[in-house]
């Protein structure tokens, strides 16, 4: 029997942002919406845990734009994202975003959420030498892919709100962004952030935030909305690492190019990102307020709300 409530159908929804927007469906006691969890990997854990909770899971690709219009097929509302980190490269996120453009638009979607961060070139063009250029055309190549894209959708003529996200807090426990121990022993958090404020977010929440947007509907289509749990100084998630871990943590304000070549994979990508957002400060916070991110999801996490949950989780090696 067809679904009597609107289909909502999420890419990644094995991810993070995914998943917190899958859960908010899934724990909606008014069960406005029903799930279709897109996911390349439809027989994995996740994915059968999803289908045991009463998800519709569907195979989908954003490279292979025939299981994105069988993905989309007869849904309300889709939410749209890419991984950079997967394969780190900004033509390819452009040409996914493309592909789930274009089949949101052939599925006839009347609502779609593309997960999307600013093009920095529009402020830093490449002529810019305060920061390097990489892959021969960008400044901060997961930003400016994701902020290219925006124009697909428009392009589509597909009804789109685009979400403009934060830091995840969850970098201190995934991508080694978390304080480490100096040679004496002590715990350090390293940014380079001078004493600049960072917009941050549970990446849980932003999921949450997504619901309320297509809970709005459509009075949310054609705007950029921006989200942040709590904009913080260095020093102030210093002092809250130190509350949660029991431990004090000194924050360091690393040099930008001392940061860009640390030699992790991304580490000039995420040197140039944090430099922009310390040059821009007053603009990228002003894209990012709390009270809009809180109306969309008032369960909105601050960082120390965050870390009682999940400290113990960040690695202190």
């Known amino acids: 029997m067809a679904s009597k409530t609107p289909v909502i159908a999420v890419v990644g929804a094995t991810g993070a942002q995914g998943g917190g927007l899958v859960r908010a469906i899934l724990q909606d006691p008014e069960r406005r919406f029903t799930l279709r969890a897109i996911t390349r990997k439809p027989d994995s854990d996740k994915a059968r845990a999803l289908a045991a909770q009463g998800a519709e899971v569907v195979a989908g690709d954003a490279d292979d734009p025939a299981s994105l219009d069988r993905a989309f097929a007869g849904a309300t509302g889709a939410f749209c ?135 709005r509907g459509q009075e949310m289509i054609g705007r950029t909305v921006g989200i942040a749990g709590e904009h913080l100084t260095g020093t102030q998630m210093a002092a809250e690492l130190s509350t949660a871990l029991g431990q004090p943590v000194r924050y360091h304000a690393l040099d930008f190019d001392a940061y860009r070549k640390l030699g992790f994979p991304g580490a000039d990508d995420l040197g140039n990102m944090f430099q922009y957002k310390h040059d821009f400060e007053r603009e990228f916070r002003a894209a990012r307020p709390i009270d809009q991110a809180r109306a969309l999801y008032p369960g909105l996490q601050t960082f120390r709300q965050w870390l009682a949950r999940h400290a113990k989780q960040i690695p202190l090696s």
């Open 81 to 215: 994202i890419t991984n950079f980190w997967e394969h780190f490269s900004a033509e390819k996120e452009i040409a996914q975003a493309r592909n789930m453009a274009q089949a949101a638009a052939r599925a006839d979607v009347r609502h779609v959420i593309w997960s999307t961060l600013e093009d920095t070139r529009l402020r830093v063009p490449l002529s810019d030498d305060r920061m390097p250029t990489l892959q021969g055309k960008y400044k901060v190549p997961h930003f400016d892919g994701k902020g290219e894209a925006d124009a697909l959708f428009a392009e589509a003529k597909v009804p789109t709100t685009l979400l403009v996200t934060s830091f995840y807090w969850d970098n201190f426990i995934y991508f080694g962004a978390g304080p480490k121990k100096d040679a004496s022993g002590h715990l350090v958090l390293a940014l380079p952030l001078g004493n600049m404020k960072l917009p941050g977010i549970a990446a849980e929440d932003i999921g949450h935030c997504a619901f309320g947007v297509f809970l």
